[in-house]
């Protein structure tokens, strides 16, 4: 990393070329990735399958796009992030043709699980611009490019509209396919694209912070335990929010009667907070530090997911005069959407505050380190459907997918704040066992 105050400033236009142009990637991916989500009822429709079948075909391009993010990340600290994304660009097209070619259910899970390979590009962003990007600024350009998680709403809005505006049958004699699988062949052609705007693009030379280290070196770091609690801080903002965004349209139609468009627009409220504000997290961790920005970001998870965990119902005294309902609570959409609005705030906010501690405490393996976080946090997003699902089954509550999210949190929260404390303590040990005032000290 270059520290010269003369050659930042040399360097900033391609500084600035690198960012905007993998944030852009990235939305593009992150798009590619997530695209089932949209796609699954014309799918589910044209090849007769279960909800069990169609959950796996998401399932798996999550599962896909989370394994190799460790890896990649690692290839781009020593290979150079223009290279791996590039790459990753071109490859990624390969699937998402085939998956527009699909025949049937079998060839379709395969290509999706090719095609969430799109999902380890976070990675190979984070570790590039890492590599570009002072200590000072790395926050506000790593929530920048984090940002392309608005990606997630990119097929909501457009692939509806395609979809029926795109005759079954396609063009030029069915070379450009209709209907559904109009979206992913318009993603190839973007893709490949995008890839040679990447190349050309971005600097001739790349900057390399693992060129030339041995591998045992590179992944020495993953001993530290810290590595491992920031992975559950990620988890909880990142894990949580894909979970969430594939769960909620299903819990706005089961619990309050909407219809899908409109379940699917009242999710987007909690993406878009959750993707935009993450540069915003990434100014605030630069300017107050991520640990604190961190406080934050789990309160505001904490306190709506107590509220939203709560059963409606009331509370029966019984007296002399008969028994009397008291304190009964009912929980209307427009108050659950804004609850569910605050905690897409704080995941937003708290995405970018975890990466600031990677950079920070781990300069030159951000892409080994990096990976291993973002490969657990999108874990999460695999595994956290499930478990919601099993809460809710288990006690007939809805309600139980918050106090899931809420004893997340709740856990990464506590194991921040022993931290905190223990930090404090070696800092000022003659003050570990120091409770009571003495003197004239303020409380």
């Known amino acids: 990393m270059v520290h010269d105050p003369v050659q930042l400033e040399k360097e900033r236009p391609e500084r600035l070329r690198v960012l905007w142009l993998s944030t852009l990637g990235f939305t593009l991916m992150f798009a590619v990735w997530l695209m089932f989500g949209v796609l699954g009822v014309p799918i589910r429709k044209e090849f007769g399958l279960t909800d069990v079948q169609l959950s796996w075909i998401s399932a798996v391009a999550i599962l896909n ?6 890896v990649t990340g690692i290839l781009a600290d020593r290979y150079g992030g223009k290279l791996v994304f590039t790459l990753m660009l071109f490859f990624t097209a390969i ?85 559904w699988r109009f979206i992913p062949f318009l993603y190839a052609v973007l893709l490949v694209l995008m890839g040679f705007v990447m190349w050309f693009g971005t600097p001739r030379r790349d900057k390399r912070p693992g060129q030339g280290r041995p591998l045992w070196e590179m992944l020495r770091p993953l001993r530290h335990i810290r590595v491992w609690r920031f992975s559950l801080y990620y988890v909880v903002v990142f894990g949580a929010y894909v979970a969430l965004s594939a769960w909620l349209p299903k819990y706005y139609v089961d619990v309050f009667g909407l219809p899908l468009h409109q379940a699917a627009l009242l999710t987007a409220l909690f993406i878009f907070p959750a993707s935009l504000l ?60 804004f609850l569910v609005f605050i905690i897409g705030v704080g995941m937003g906010i708290g995405k970018a505050a975890v990466y600031k501690h990677i950079p920070t405490y781990f300069p030159q393996d951000v892409g080994a380190v990096g990976g291993l976080v973002g490969m657990l946090g999108a874990l999460g997003g695999f595994f956290l459907p499930p478990l919601f699902a099993y809460a809710q089954a288990w006690t007939g509550l809805p309600q139980m997918t918050f106090f899931v999210l809420f004893l997340l949190t709740a856990i990464a929260f506590l194991w921040m704040h022993l931290t905190v404390i223990q930090l404090l303590q070696q800092e000022a040990k003659h003050l570990k066992h120091d409770f009571e005032l003495k003197g004239d000290r303020p409380c």
């Open 65 to 70: 796009g989370s394994l190799w993010r460790m």
């Open 278 to 337: 993450r540069p915003v997290g990434g100014y605030f961790s630069d300017r107050l530090g991520a640990r604190r920005v961190m406080y934050w970001t789990f309160w505001s998870i904490l306190i709506p997911s107590a509220i939203l965990m709560m059963a409606e119902g009331h509370i029966v005294l019984y007296t002399k005069g008969g028994p009397k309902e008291v304190m009964q609570f009912t929980m209307n959409v427009w108050l659950f959407t």
């Open 95 to 179: 699937p998402a043709y085939l998956v527009s070619r699909a025949g049937s259910y079998q060839e379709l899970l395969l290509y999706a699980f090719l095609v969430g390979f799109a999902g380890n590009a976070f990675s190979v962003g984070i570790a590039w611009n890492s590599a570009w990007f002072p200590k000072e600024q790395q926050g506000f350009a790593l929530g920048l490019f984090g940002a392309g998680n608005v990606g997630a709403s990119v097929t909501k809005f457009i692939g509806p509209a395609l979809i029926a505006s795109v005759p079954a049958t396609g063009y030029l004699g069915g070379l450009v396919p209709g209907g």
